[in-house]
């Protein structure tokens, strides 16, 4: 089984930060965008930030400039920095890997920020 593996949630206060991180296995790590995608209490899920293989990225509105996606080849791990972290960021966040009509989740990890 494709394994994707998510760490770093946890609660924090506003205007503090957080370090996700998502493990993958190289079969998947190599060949897929990576993404991580975030779903608040009854709302749908929503893209949050995405990286391919060419460092390429795309971030939401709503988290440009305080979140950053990046990736380490050796480590076969993406990251996700949440600066400036507000409410409104509650949410469980989910490591994807996506390939053509092909894609995988993590378990997810909860975030909270509250004071």
């Known amino acids: 089984q494709v394994q994707l593996v998510e760490s770093g949630g946890g609660l924090v206060q506003p205007g503090g930060s957080l370090r996700l991180s998502c493990a993958a296995s190289e079969s998947i790590f190599s060949t897929h965008v990576m993404g991580w995608y975030r779903q608040a209490p009854g709302k749908q899920r929503e893209l949050v930030a995405a990286?391919?293989?060419?460092?390429?990225?795309n971030y939401a509105d709503s988290v440009k400039g305080r979140f950053t996606i990046s990736r380490d080849n050796a480590k076969k791990t993406v990251y996700l920095q949440m600066n400036s972290l507000k409410p409104e960021d509650t949410a469980v966040y989910y490591c994807?890997?996506?390939?053509?009509?092909?894609?995988?989740w993590g378990q997810g990890t909860q975030v909270t920020v509250s004071s």
């Open positions: 994807n890997a996506r390939r053509f009509t092909t894609g995988y």
């Open positions: 990286i391919t293989s060419g460092d390429s990225t």
